[in-house]
């Protein structure tokens, strides 16, 4: 059974940093690309950043320049560092999985709140 489980948000200060982290089970996780994607409130579903099974990282505009993602093929991990948060990053961030050319399985984690707040 395919279960994602993500874990690091919760309320964080403007400025400040917070991870996120999301573990996979369930899936040959190396073939899988792997993404963070976001929805702030009364808006669109938009990704954040997403890293292929080969480490190649593509940024969405909503974050770039304050987040890294990276991926742990061994724990089946895939993390996403957002640095200098704003109240504008608060959202619910979604963890996603795409075979892509392998198949076509495509798979989302349950969300995990982050809220940017004084």
């Known amino acids: 059974q395919v279960h994602f489980e993500e874990s690091g948000g919760g309320l964080v200060h403007p400025g400040e940093s917070v991870r996120l982290s999301c573990e996979a089970s369930?899936?040959?996780?190396?073939?899988?690309?792997m993404a963070w994607y976001r929805q702030v409130f009364g808006k669109e579903l938009e990704l954040v950043a997403k890293?292929?099974?080969?480490?190649?990282?593509e940024y969405g505009d909503s974050m770039k320049g304050r987040v890294i993602i990276s991926r742990d093929n061994e724990k089946r991990t895939v993390d996403l560092q957002m640095n200098n948060v704003n109240s504008g990053d608060s959202a619910l961030y979604y963890c996603h999985a795409d075979a892509a050319d392998a198949g076509p399985q495509k798979y989302w984690g349950p969300g995990i709140q982050v809220t940017v707040s004084s």
């Open positions: 890293i292929s099974r080969d480490g190649v990282i």
């Open positions: 369930g899936i040959i996780f190396r073939v899988f690309a």
